[in-house]
């Protein structure tokens, strides 16, 4: 059997949609024809290939996107009976070669030998995949199957970020998220769904996504930190005490070495994005004497990705509103030049089949 | 009432004995006549006033040490009962002006308003101290006294680091210690005693302090930093993989910045040393992708003060080997010469009366 | 000084107003004129003498009610400037004699020696009490401060539970709320609030109280347990898996006994409740193999005492509509007559001055 | 192929060998040649019927035994390559089949669909056995395989036990193990091992059990309650404020009603062992007023298993001196026999291969 596939062969080149051998399942595998594919900014970088000097992609061609829904059409012998042809699922993308003493304790995507879609392997800008049936989520009972592509890294990453900031923020507290856009715009969601009673900072350095996360999420205090210091404000705010955490998805080294001061005894700092240079200078003194937490959190385990997709399909999460642009297969590589043109706010998904 | 005490008038400038009034007590007070204080690398640098930018000591003259252990002779009338006359006690020197929401729910040494003995209000190199008898732990059952004093800040705050590092050790993995000699001997007991099962790897660079610690407790890898690379030999050990925790008695951003790569995954890293510039530069995406934590530890609550002591007392700590020099009141300034010069391995103690 | 005071002098007998001493400030103490004192079913088994089997009350005569609001009139001059005259407060009255292992570790509702208004000493039931400063919560910035004095108890002890239940409850757990009513009306929406993906399952056998409630908060499934067996509504519901977390403000043995079996694994009952018989027949076999956990929770900490109050100035608790009931100062014996007859649902407040 | 296995046919009568299939590999399979398998109180239950009104066995006939150390000598096709001809393995027998929300989240031992080795499906007792290769554990580097069977149930089933008491005992505290013999000598060894620092307190009603635990770990307190009352001795040793853990392997309703009354404030109970009628009383006031938890620990999880052998190989468990009876595969009825008879103290393997 063979099938069509959106091929990165060169980078920065147009990706090229070939037919590609379809394999054959393996005892604990599941045939899935894919529904939608979102486009991540972690594509743009694998395309542009910005990540060659950490080792990635790890083969060229590769076929990208680690956002995949999609529909089981075939099953191999050792799978479960609960999947079934038909099933819609969101393929969990932050597989791993074998199990070893950190996935049998729950840390999947800290795997040693990790095996992520459309990174390590081939993802879902393709009209099959296979998977190990045990990272496939049923999203049964979802009106918008095509919206729910992205809650396999952007609402996953952003929901296990702020369950680690969760755990140190109480009824008074601040919490601030650096970085609106789409990642931003389910953070705000899962901060104010988890901590319902604190008060969200939302900070960004573009009008336009304060405004479109705004809309989806009452942000208490929004700054432009184009325009304003943050770390001043919230000095302000808070009467000098700071912020019980942040959470930074941008990461720059600028960022992250000024909010860390106006982080609160016993806050925590988490560290999500990944922009410029990747030595972060931190003011040790400070976090000594008021014992501050910095972490890293990186995308999320399987148990997490349970959890996203029910409070989804319970109606706590807008994932319809964050995905703002569909493609056509066909129409693939708009969707990257448009991303690489910095013009998208929110998420894109590209409808496979 | 009148008694003698050890001021610093002068920064740099020999401390100088003069008699004092003795406070009256208030209803909660307890009025102790000290038997021992130790002296402190932070002793030394309020003496010469290299803390001065960060507005320390609060005060001039100021009586310093924040190692104390004494004995009641009075109590105020709010005072429990069962603090009596000719009890002895050790004097928890994170002490604060009043009750708030950290103090409340038992960071006492991180309180909003700090009181600390010896660096805000007068300290231990006296021969009389009040304090409220909540601060104040019951010491009997000990044969040597004066070599408890470090019981308050030496052995506290490696206590409370090594807990928190403890929480992310299991079975197989290795804990780092960087700095040996006076802190680092209390730290190494703490691993040995509450990780039996892990592997502690030594590093320092002065042979002497890695002769020291080892004498006291066993140290399954010491490593000395001036001549071996100890991430090379922390690599090789662990197939690759890293240690599962680090503490750091010494915090320069030089060692900060390198050995936080050979933390493995879901691994901590402990600041506790203040040395070399404030501005400390971590790798972000170890830290993003391995969801590593770095955290400040700060002396120690006054419930880590009462399971220290409690813990000496059932004679798990060795606490007297670590005290290697005892001096008359009148010797003070010896002390801190001595200390100045980097000639001590080990703590020192000033016996007052 | 003298006050208004209402004594119980004899069990079941009608409480007395009479004029007492009023006591004089010790240094750490505040002067309280009391505004409202709330009445719990405690204080009607006070009244009743249902407690001398368990040493309760620990005098007589006593001053009723331990949930008390009132303002500041005056200080002792060990108390912090942030208190003054004029301020109103919440007297938290889980108080003790002194600090201990457990109250420095925040647990201050478990202290060895307590000394719990209204039950040990004398509580809120009078024009003025007085409290040592740190056992006052400031209460600005509310509008109608008699209806927060069982912000002391009530709110407090369901706050405390739901937070212990909250820990072992994800996204699509479900959550037994036994025992609506007065306390049942806190707990609901803290389950909404510290919750909100969770299934709230509630459960009485009083129309009315059901009623009362579902107002309050959504409730998501109710159970008229005369009418209906709970365990097998929530089995049908679970496909057998059963619920996660059980709080159950009842406690009988009967409950307890069969409600343990509708508990999942990890999941969690917590006993709030005291009525009927002290012995309560557990499953072994069910919580061994699934892991189950029973546990106490017994009114709330100082710091759960602040995050109760914040909660609701930021509106995130109903307080006003739980108070169905005010009396005035004179008309004390007619609240606990209405509340022996069984016919108060929601709370009752006196307004004392 | 072939292989002998020891069959149950028939509750209470001799088991018997006989010739059986050997089951051929799926892909993640690993064929073993089984070393030793352990006899287990379980055992004797299943092999007497007692478990029948529970619904074990699963099936008729079944060979017993949970505790398995072998040989690899074949491997599935996907089998990760360091699973290698020669290996020497533990058995994970707390098997199931297939993943769930629980298994992903490291609750391996809690699966909904269990399939536990010598309950669900066929255990140790023959020649060989397969089994994914996920639940096996390498044991290269021990003297005597054999006698790590018991590492699968007895040492597993302690360690966890032991680590949920753990988490609620500090410095100055007891525990009481109720229950010596060979399931309390890895107890006790875990006590020690894990809370070096707290007092043991080793109750039985057989001396020869109590001698047996006390030569292989320091019991410090140590008494046959056949003849004293534990509950009395353990309130005068803590003034009455009692211990803060029970590690209760035997579980009896008589034991657990009255022990519960020397839990102090904050402390747990933690059921392991099934003795006697499965209604077990416990009395709610205390456990409310003193927050005292009650929690079952069933077996251990995959990751525990890996802790329990990386201990024993680091020489931190002493696990030869717990097995006291070794059998030839044909004398596997002496070793039911002698253990119904109630003659063992220590644990039982049969060698097989």
Known sequence: MKHRACLLKEFSKPLVIEEVQTPTLKPYEVLI?????????SDLHLWLGDFVPQGLPKKLPIVLSHEVVGEVVDVGEGVPSSF???????????????????????????ARKRLRLGIDVDGGLQEYLVSNYKFLVGVEGFEDIPALAPLGCAALTTYRAVKKAGAFVGP????????LGGLGSYA????????????????????????????????????NA???????????????????????????????????????????????????RVEVPIPRPRIIRNEITITGS????LSDQYEVVSLARKGLLKYR??????????????AFNTLKEGKVVGRQVVLIT
Not at 172 to 179: N, P, R, W
Not at 208 to 221: G, Q, R, T
């Open 172 to 179: 008074d507290d601040y919490v601030v998220l650096v970085g």
């Open 188 to 223: 705000a969601q899962w901060i104010k769904l988890l901590m319902p009673y604190t008060r969200l900072v939302g900070v960004d350095v573009r009008d336009e996504a304060i405004e479109f996360v705004s809309k989806v999420v009452n942000v208490d205090v929004a700054i």
């Open 321 to 334: 509103e964050v995905v703002t642009k569909r493609y056509k297969f066909e129409e693939v590589n708009e």
């Open 33 to 41: 024809k894919v529904l939608a594919a979102g486009i991540c900014h």
């Open 298 to 301: 990186y995308t999320g385990s």
């Open 226 to 276: 184009s325009r304003e210091d943050p770390t001043k404000v919230l000095n302000e705010l808070t009467g000098g005490l700071g912020v019980k955490a942040v959470v930074d998805l941008v990461g720059s080294p600028e960022i992250v070495s000024k909010y860390v001061n106006i982080v609160d005894t016993l806050g925590i700092y988490v560290l999500v994005g990944h922009m410029g």
């Open 84 to 110: 079934r042809r038909g099933m819609k699922v969101l393929v969990y993308p932050w597989q791993y070669v074998e199990e070893d003493q950190l996935t049998i304790r729950g840390f999947t995507q800290l």
